[in-house]
């Protein structure tokens, strides 16, 4: 089982993306967006609850709103006024997944690369 990331690219400082992950045919519990930069080591951005409690990393709070919608088994990420600092490869993950009758935790996406360059 795998989620679908999308909605990466090439943004200036300042501008804005969407990138969404999907969960299709599957229920998804807490769902959450992490990032990597170049040598870094991989960050919690944003997480979501399936009843729709949120928490942000303190770098994005204020700029990036996650959002999600259980019909649909999508979760969102806005991600306004962006900074260079805030390229990196961008990954969805679920906490626990339902999908075909079956149980799985700690669900990833494929990451999509965001950068923000002038």
């Known amino acids: 089982v795998q989620l679908q990331a999308s909605g990466g690219g090439l943004v200036q400082p300042g501008g804005s993306l969407r990138l969404s992950c999907a969960a299709p045919g599957s229920s998804a519990s807490d769902m959450s967006w992490y990032r990597q930069g170049p040598g870094q080591q991989r960050e919690l951005v944003a997480t979501?609850?399936?009843?729709?409690?949120?928490n942000y990393a303190g770098s994005v709070k204020g700029r990036f709103t996650i959002s999600r919608d259980n019909a649909k088994d999508t979760a969102d990420l806005q991600m306004d006024g962006l900074k260079p600092e805030d390229t990196a490869v961008y990954y969805c993950?679920?906490?626990?997944?339902?999908?075909?009758?079956?149980?799985?935790?700690?669900?990833w996406g494929q990451g999509t690369q965001v950068t923000v360059s002038s």
């Open positions: 993950n679920a906490a626990v997944v339902i999908y075909g009758g079956r149980l799985y935790s700690d669900v």
């Open positions: 979501i609850t399936r009843l729709g409690g949120t």
